[in-house]
């Protein structure tokens, strides 16, 4: 018998966490004349998913579930829902203020009704709103870079067309009488072009430098 007992005390507990929590209206006075029910509601923390349950006799009282406008004018012609079963289960399935008078005429007026604030559930948590995205900066691309042999200043070719152009340094100039057997030639603008009396005193230049070197050894 004891371990039924136990099973049975947490089944209802685990019921009380997953269906909410019951309450008495006016505890052990049930639903009458005669009793403060607002000083009653203001003990208690209601949530969502908490059951009101209304004991009391058929032949003298009813609950009806009202606005907050014919609660305070206790009007019971127009109600939201009726209830007439002597007990009651009414489940607060929404977070606010829920209106409960009783349809007999005038017991409304000599204080039997209740107003009562439901506060929304512990379990539900309010929705967060997530940071914006921050855009990524994008780096702009390296400058081009120029290459060049190890040990040499970097070079950067002239536009075309350029005239006297200084070639780079350690660059050999072939144009011009730096080396033996190379005859000076002088430079030609472009588009013109040499002489064939010009091109044969080259050549014959060439042919006696030659000749004189090979008779001197």
Sequence with gaps: MAKIAVALFMMMALCGVCFGAGYNVGESDGWTIGVDYNQWASTKKFQVGDTL?????????????????????????????????GRDFITLDKAGHSYFVCGFPGHCQAGLKVA???????SQSPDVPSP??????????????TLSAPGQPNFHPPPLGSPNVPLPPGFPNFGTPSGPGFPYLPPFESGASLHSSNLKAAMLSVIMTNLFAVFAY
């Design 53 to 85: 349950v209304f004991n009391y006799n058929t032949m003298f009282h009813n609950v009806l579930q009202v606005t907050k406008q014919d609660y305070e004018s206790c009007n019971v012609k127009s109600p939201v829902a009726t209830f007439a079963s």
């Design 116 to 122: 009562i604030s439901v506060r929304a559930s512990s």
């Design 132 to 145: 914006p995205s921050t855009p990524r900066e994008i780096p702009p691309p390296p400058p081009p870079q």
